[in-house]
């Protein structure tokens, strides 16, 4: 009896080993996010909505003039955010999120 719990437990072990021995990989590249690198697919013909979309858009509105960025989507940023959990435990040591 204490061959087999021996045996099992060398078993387990033996099976676990590669996982303490595993390293992170650090990436030190950066990506640089191109806006013009998006391919953007026009669908044949003119796809039916099934309502009259110029009720909703105003007067005079072009979707293909004007530039398009990253830097044009508005957001909202809200400084009091409680997640329910403290974040520093999961990110890295000098994480700096405003650091460009």
């Known amino acids: ?31 640089k996010f191109d806006i013009n690198s998006i391919e953007f697919v026009e669908s044949p013909g003119d796809m039916e909505l099934g309502f009259d979309t110029t009720d909703y858009l105003p007067e005079g509105f072009n979707p293909y003039e ?15 955010c409680d997640l329910g959990f403290d974040t520093a435990e999961y990110l890295p040591e000098d994480f700096d999120p405003y650091k460009r």
């Open 1 to 31: 009896m204490k061959y087999k719990k021996y045996i099992s437990t060398l078993f387990i072990a033996a099976m676990l080993l590669p996982l303490f021995s595993a390293k992170a990989k650090k990436d030190e590249t950066t990506f």
């Open 66 to 80: 004007g530039e398009v960025t990253v830097k044009s989507i508005n957001y909202i940023e809200e400084e009091d």
